[in-house]
């Protein structure tokens, strides 16, 4: 289904429920967006439990609201991507190694497994987990302050 004319609203436990231009209610759909790094706004599924698309939506500001903030909140909940803005500093640079760094959520620090975890994303964008499982994002390499560079530098 490559619709976006539909109605989106939540049931009395949180979930998104989505109506379609005719008639048909598709409860718990969960948005996945087809490009997180690269394009976040354009191309967005919405899915339901068993992976089955039931809607597509070309671009995430084309949405009338009250739909645009109702997936702009479900997907914040579900993604949590923090973007690495300066590495302040690394214990060690041979692997594990304890990063600090400042991010767009705030200062934070941690384990960095292997050099295999950091992955390049694009030209220049870089996905960092650590040893939890969380990703860090770094949207653009070449766009960071030298020190933040030098140490990337020792780990690609």
């Not at 490009?35 to 191309?43: A, K, L, N, T, Y």
């Not at 959520?105 to 384990?111: A, H, M, N």
């Not at 497994?113 to 650590?130: C, H, N, P, Q, V």
């Not at 499982?133 to 030098?150: C, P, Q, S, V, Y």
Request: with cysteine.
């Amino acid at each position: 289904m490559a619709s976006t004319t539909f109605t989106l609203s939540r049931d009395t436990f949180g979930k998104l429920v989505m109506t379609a231009e005719d008639g048909q209610i598709f409860e718990g759909v969960a948005p996945v967006r087809a490009f997180p790094i690269q394009s976040p706004d354009e191309g967005i599924s919405l899915v339901l439990g068993n992976g089955k698309e039931v809607a597509w939506i070309e671009c995430l500001y084309a949405l009338p609201e009250p739909a645009r903030s109702l997936l702009q909140e479900e997907l914040e909940g579900r993604e949590f991507m923090p973007e690495i803005a300066r590495v302040k500093s690394v214990s060690s640079f041979a692997t594990p190694c304890t990063w600090h760094v400042d991010t767009d959520r705030g200062e934070t620090q941690f384990v960095l497994k292997g050099e295999e975890d950091i992955r390049r994303i694009g030209a220049t964008s870089l996905l960092i987990a650590d040893n939890h499982g969380i990703h860090f994002l770094i949207r653009d390499m070449f766009n960071i302050d030298k020190t933040t560079r030098k140490i990337l530098d020792r780990f690609l």
